[in-house]
């Protein structure tokens, strides 16, 4: 993640990852705005470009070809990324709702999500149909539907409800692609047959008469049924009604027709035309909100009507971007003008396509490379992201920013000299605020905590109880406060977990970067809420803790654990046995992903994945593994598996087989590693390689680099009886650690000096 000195001083928050956002991104990128912190809000890490997908779903392009990375665009742009579902709008409090974590504040929010196929509006289709949007889902289906085909021993009809380019290009795409499918296994591709339906009385109602002629004949030639006047009132399992009483027998229907704006936008006041999207003015502000922007699909142009097409939600993105500049600086906004006539290049799925514009119509294989050519150059504006230089903002206030007396006061303040000493604790109003609606799960034997706040907390040890102490604290290496917290407050779980105890309490310390307060508020209020919501559904109270200023944010816990004082189920490092086997609950590489992650290198999806399993915790896992007869235990982190193992083997006085090949990975680990990218504590973990008995055969291995990665909030590594070893996997893969894995066994001591051998 990017540190500024320059301190927060205004939200921008997008929603959705569009055409028209992609470029706002990557132009904000390019010309940062000083005091400007972007969020950008999407339920997918990968976003689709519309005009490579007919191309994806016949196989000419992959899936990375034809999706720009939103994860690595927005750490690009020094944007926070968080992948989320909104909810709704607090126009008066100027927030973002979203499903399961706290609202986010703007000053300026832009939405740009696309549109969905209404399915709701034709009984049975939202059970039985599948929208091509959004594409994430849609993608799922179609690769089932691949794999299905490619099984296909019965004939198999698929229709698409839509006569759009949308549904002429995907109808075309598939039948190419399907066909090819059983051709390439030696089956006839005559099981396959596709329909094509559409509501009005030709395909294609947009374009001139030749385009629509032309691709008749296609679709004629290629075998494709087109029904006209064929508007579906209803859909059943297998089956399509239309209003005119005719029916149509299918096995997959594909809907591409009757889009809308998304249900959420309902509640929010917002001024929207009859389908549900947002009404905006030429300079793409919504009717009855100037702090709120729209642009691409979602928004109703009300200067004129505009096709749904990317053209124009890529053409909305400079004057968006140069809009929102504009706003933040109160000055006069610019128009958007959009083209009268623009040029549409719709393939035919076998590298064919027509080129149509207003009454032009031409057609060529040289016109899908043409439109290959373009799409290839507009994807590696957003792929081949330039090396940039560190950020020359500069420390001072952006002078240009339209900014009240108070705020000026306040960040002139945040840019000054900053006392050190209690003088940089935050100030209390502003923790007051941030803290009062966070709930601390209460227990009995938490005297005096934060429901009753002192110069420190009372915890009481229950008879029989021993307490167990654990202590952690890191700066932030994701953009998503409120994940951070989450995942700082599980990996200083992790040791009470290890040891098979039961947390109690915890005290919190915390360092935020300076700034305005209400931004200052709203940093803690996000992280914290990620924190509680860990420590909460581990039963363990949070008791108090100390919030100073910092350069970076960061985060952590002394933890206050119990056990039973007779030590009867302690999971300790020293308790390895020879014939145990050695598991590992979740897959390594989070070092040098996310140091893939500052260099902009690492897929957004490897991002997600890892994080998600860092939000996982270690409670459920502990607790197996002591029903399981667990003889070792300990929770991986920054000395990485090799040093974490040595740990274990050197008080168990025992050596141990590590197989490399059985080791769990994240997504991208190898990757990254092969790439030369690693964490900047791999160095010192590298050291330990004199506890391996045969390295040099190894070294060329890929993962290999993976056994000295440093891990946070790490999974469980763990000894079990071999009798025990089968059960106890399968029980933690149920419990929630699908990527359980024996790794390796544990040997009597030799006399070798390195305890640790490699096996492949």
Not at 497 to 509: D, P, V
Request: aromatic share 6%; hydrophobic share 45%.
């Amino acid at each position: 993640m990017q540190v500024s000195e320059q301190p927060v001083l205004r939200d921008l928050v997008l929603v959705g990852g569009g055409h028209s956002h992609v470029v706002v991104l990557r132009m904000l990128a390019m010309q940062p705005e000083p005091g400007l912190r972007i969020t950008l809000i999407c339920t997918d890490v990968d976003t689709p470009y519309s005009g490579m997908l007919p191309g994806y779903i016949s196989g000419h392009y992959s899936f990375d070809d034809v999706h720009i990375d939103l994860g690595r665009l927005a750490a690009f742009a020094g944007a926070r990324f968080i992948r989320g579902e909104v909810t709704g709008l607090d126009r008066t409090q100027q927030r973002v709702l979203l499903k399961d974590r706290p609202a986010l504040p703007y000053d300026l929010l832009s939405i740009n999500t696309g549109s969905t196929p209404n399915v709701r509006k034709v009984e049975g289709a939202q059970a039985h149909a599948v929208p091509v949007k959004p594409i994430a889902q849609f993608n799922q289906r179609w690769l089932g539907l691949l794999g299905r085909v490619q099984a296909l021993q019965a004939p198999l009809t698929v229709t698409v409800v839509g006569g759009g380019a949308g549904g002429v290009e995907l109808v075309l795409s598939m039948q190419y692609r399907l066909r090819n499918e059983l051709e390439a296994l030696g089956r006839s591709p005559d099981l396959l047959h596709f329909v094509l339906l559409t509501a009005g009385d030709s395909i294609l109602p947009t374009h001139n008469p030749g385009v629509r002629a032309r691709f008749a004949r296609v679709l004629q030639a290629r075998g494709v049924a087109v029904h006209a006047h064929a508007e579906v009132t209803e859909v059943t399992p297998g089956c399509l009604l239309t209003q005119d009483g005719r029916r149509f027998d299918t096995d997959e229907t594909l809907w591409v027709t009757q889009a809308g704006g998304p249900a959420w936008l309902q509640s929010t006041g917002l001024a929207l035309d009859a389908h549900g999207f947002i009404q905006v003015n030429d300079r793409l502000q919504t009717l009855n909100d100037p702090k709120i922007f729209a642009a691409g699909d979602v928004a109703s142009f009300t200067a004129r009507p505009l096709e749904k097409a990317g053209v124009f939600a890529v053409r909305m993105g400079p004057p968006l971007v140069k809009n929102l500049r504009l706003s933040l600086r109160g000055q006069p906004l610019v128009s958007y003008k959009p083209q009268r006539s623009w040029l549409a290049l719709i393939s035919t799925g076998d590298q064919f396509a027509v080129a149509s514009r207003g009454r032009l119509g031409f057609a060529g294989a040289w016109v899908w490379r043409w439109k290959d050519s373009i799409d290839r150059r507009f994807m590696r504006k957003f792929t081949e992201l330039p090396a940039m230089a560190p950020s020359s903002a500069g420390t001072a206030p952006a002078s240009s920013m339209a900014l009240s007396a108070e705020e000026s006061k306040q960040a002139i303040s945040a840019i000054a000299m900053r006392c050190g000493g209690c003088g940089a604790k935050v100030g209390a109003s502003i923790l007051t605020r941030a803290l009062g609606s966070l709930q601390p799960v209460e227990r009995d034997d938490v005297l005096i905590g934060l429901h009753a706040p002192d110069d420190a907390a009372v915890v009481r040890v229950p008879p029989g109880k021993a307490m167990v102490h654990t202590v952690d604290f890191f700066r932030s290496f994701i953009d998503d406060p409120y994940l951070f917290g989450k995942v700082a407050a599980n990996h200083a779980l992790g040791d009470i977990f290890a040891m098979g105890a039961e947390a109690q309490s915890a005290t919190a310390i915390a360092t935020v970067p300076p700034g305005l307060e209400a931004k200052v508020e709203d940093l803690l209020l996000q992280m914290m809420t990620g924190a509680v919501e860990v420590l909460n559904a581990a039963g363990c109270s949070l008791v108090g803790g100390h919030t100073g200023e910092g350069r970076e944010l960061a985060l952590g816990f002394a933890v206050n654990g119990l056990i039973d004082e007779r030590m009867d189920g302690v999971m300790r490092k020293g308790g390895m046995q020879p014939g145990d086997v050695l598991l590992l609950t979740k897959p390594i590489g989070t070092g040098t992903l996310f140091a893939a992650h500052a260099q902009h290198a690492a897929k957004g999806r490897w991002i997600d994945a890892a994080l998600q399993s860092m939000v996982v915790s270690n409670q459920a896992g502990a607790q197996v593994l002591r029903a399981h007869r667990a003889t070792a235990c300990t929770d991986l982190t920054g000395f990485g598996l090799l040093g974490h193992l040595v740990e274990m083997t050197r008080p168990s006085g025992v050596d141990a087989e590590l197989q490399l090949s059985a080791l769990p990975l994240l997504d991208g680990a190898v990757e990254c590693v092969q790439a030369g990218i690693v964490s900047s504590l791999q160095p010192a973990n590298v050291r330990l390689r004199r506890a391996l008995r045969n390295a040099e055969a190894f070294v060329q291995d890929p993962h290999y680099p993976l056994l000295f990665d440093p891990q946070t909030a790490g999974g469980l590594l763990a000894t079990v009886p071999a009798d025990r070893a089968a059960a106890c996997v399968q029980a933690l893969q149920t419990a929630g650690y699908p990527h359980t894995a024996v790794i390796g066994r544990i040997r009597g001591a030799s006399d070798a000096l390195e305890p640790v051998v490699l096996t492949p």
